[in-house]
């Protein structure tokens, strides 16, 4: 079973890869790789862990990518 949480009513897998929300961005697919209480914890492409306000990753993350 894959753990789902909602961020300001928008639902995330965690495991799933996120394209930006702005399609002109620059930035890469990152991939939720765990959340607490405050925080997401998220991967970029081939990259290190990188954590993150829930707030901030709802202003960033777009359409799910990739399961």
Known sequence: MTDTI????R???VGATYAPLKPD???QPRTLIAHS???VWHQPR?????KTS???W???AG???AP
């Open 11 to 13: 639902e995330f897998r």
């Open 6 to 9: 909602t961020i300001g009513g």
């Open 58 to 60: 709802l202003r960033w």
């Open 63 to 65: 359409d799910e990518v």
């Open 37 to 39: 209480e405050r925080h």
């Open 54 to 56: 829930k707030y901030r």
């Open 46 to 50: 081939g990259g290190i862990p990188h």
């Open 25 to 27: 961005s620059e930035d």
